[in-house]
């Protein structure tokens, strides 16, 4: 027993030294998910706490109060359908549009325009959701947007997009995908190209065309990466992208009973109360819900599908 712990920890300090260059390119992520993710965890008791920022997190006990100022708010239900369903549109029509164009750019014999696609169709995923707000402004503009212009030219009345808060989720959902589905598509990709090609070979003296191929062989050899991505996705359902909300909506009055989410909420709230308890108390909700969808979600994917489980 002594010798095979030894041999462990040597294999450990091995592959350490071994593949040091990587896990030194891993160590800024590492540290940050330790200091934000694992520290901090101590500051989730002032979810139950009247926070005092002298008494820090021995400020005096209040039970689940916080938890019962959200959930007796006339905006939390609300909030929390406005997450849930943008998410699941978010990973409805994004995986949708990743799984598709990665099968598009498979096809693709020319290696050129498919290094030129993937660099255009990534580009996005860098933009700040700030310059995306500005780009989304010069097209929905009531006076100046593109749309508009268009719409007279066509003889048409303009639209007041940001007067029409039915028409705001659709326009999230299109903006969600235009900006991620290049990032999440190189991961369908190399999915993709992992697979053996004797495979599509041998369909081929069979006599399968290539949406056969694509068919029968291609997207259930996938099947596994596409149901972890899902998966991890769904851990998040219940936390609204705040970055892209606030910058679109910002404080949009007519806007917020559609697109107003559980974390754009909670910021106002904050900036409005100054109690950080009461925010801490939402989170602890959203980490909670967020570890049942995954747990949940997880064991109904091995039950059907073992080969896409987490864990």
């Known amino acids: 027993m002594r010798q095979k712990a030894v041999g ?25 998910t330790f200091i934000f993710g694992y520290v901090t965890l101590p500051y989730m008791i002032i979810a139950f706490e009247d926070f005092d920022y002298k008494k820090g997190i021995f400020s ?9 100022f959200f959930f007796e708010s006339n905006r939390a239900w609300e909030v929390t359908f406005n997450t849930i369903f943008l998410n699941a549109m978010f990973l409805f029509f994004g995986t949708l549009m990743s799984v598709g164009l990665a099968l598009i ?35 929905l503009s009531t006076d100046k947007g593109v749309f508009n212009n268009i719409l007279m030219a066509l003889g048409l009345v303009k639209v007041r997009w940001y007067s029409r808060p039915e028409l705001w989720r659709g326009i999230l959902v ?25 495979l599509f070979e041998a369909a081929a003296i069979d006599g399968a065309n290539r949406w056969q191929c694509i068919r029968r062989i291609t997207i259930p050899l996938i099947t596994p990466t596409i149901c972890i991505m899902i998966l991890l996705e769904v851990g998040k359902i219940f936390c609204g992208d705040f970055g892209m909300v606030y910058a679109l909506v910002k404080d949009s009055g007519q806007l ?13 709230m904050l900036r409005v109360t100054g109690d950080p308890s009461l925010s801490m108390a939402v989170g602890v909700y959203q ?12 064991r109904l994917v091995r039950k059907l599908f073992p080969e896409g489980a987490l864990f």
Request: proline share 3%; glycine share 6%.
């Open 8 to 32: 462990r920890k040597m294999g450990i300090w091995y592959e350490l030294r071994k593949n040091r260059g990587l896990y030194l390119f891993m160590l800024p992520g590492i540290l940050y």
């Open 60 to 68: 005096p006990w209040v039970g689940i109060e916080n938890f019962r």
């Open 105 to 139: 750019l498979n096809e693709v014999k020319s290696k050129a325009f498919v290094r030129i696609s993937q660099s255009t169709m990534l580009f996005p995923y860098f933009i700040s959701w700030v310059i995306v707000s500005y780009i989304l402004y010069a097209l």
């Open 174 to 198: 299109f903006a969600r995908v235009w900006k991620t589905a290049g990032y999440t598509m190189i991961i369908y990709l190399a999915a993709i190209v992992g697979i053996d090609h004797s």
């Open 256 to 268: 917020l009973p559609k697109v107003d989410v559980i974390d754009t909420y909670v910021f106002r």
């Open 287 to 298: 980490s909670i819900m967020g570890f049942i969808m995954v747990y949940g979600s997880n």
